[in-house]
């Protein structure tokens, strides 16, 4: 019982610093080099599918890299066949949709500072625990998801 309280509690963490992660507000530089202030978008991607539709999965990593690298904070919600993208016993490196690679394009989604947060009970029913996410991944709570889509400025639904 300890142990759960503490992954909850973890993953409720985890959640909270990814949205606080940051400035709330993103500098750019126009071409003449003046740099301004805006506030920096909080995108929420929901992601239902993975290798039943492996179009709409890479889709979304695609989507959610070009948003990040464009300064959005970007969080992806993953629920239903989605979670199994952020179960490390899938080998994602094996699933392609055309010539991209969904390993590939995970891994890009990281690195442009995505974060993945993964449905308790969409997982619970998958067999996945939080032992079994895939690095990048964190296990939601009901409060936590409840948090990221009111949060939200934006939400983009594959």
């Keep these: 019982m300890k142990r759960m309280f503490m992954r909850n509690w973890l993953s409720v963490l985890a959640v909270s610093l990814a ?5 709330m507000y993103a500098a750019r530089a126009d071409a003449d080099g003046v740099r301004h ?3 920096q978008q909080s995108i929420l991607i ?12 890479d889709m979304a ?3 959610g890299t070009n948003l ?8 992806m919600f993953v629920d239903r066949e989605g979670v199994r993208i952020a179960d490390k016993r899938l080998p994602i490196a094996d699933l392609t949709w055309g010539t991209d690679n969904v390993g590939t394009d ?7 500072g995505g974060l993945v947060v993964v449905c308790p009970g969409c997982a ?6 939080s032992e079994r996410l895939r690095e990048g991944a964190v296990m ?12 939200a400025d934006k939400v983009i639904d594959f």
């Design 19 to 23: 949205l606080a992660a940051g400035s």
């Design 140 to 151: 939601g709570t009901p409060d936590s998801v409840a948090a990221l889509m009111l949060e």
């Design 106 to 112: 995970y891994s890009a989604f990281l690195a442009a």
């Design 46 to 57: 929901h992601l239902g599918h993975s290798t039943d539709d492996i179009h709409s999965a």
């Design 68 to 75: 990040a690298k464009h300064g959005a904070r970007v969080t």
């Design 61 to 63: 990593l695609h989507m």
């Design 124 to 129: 619970a029913n998958q067999g996945l625990t």
């Design 37 to 39: 202030t805006q506030r």
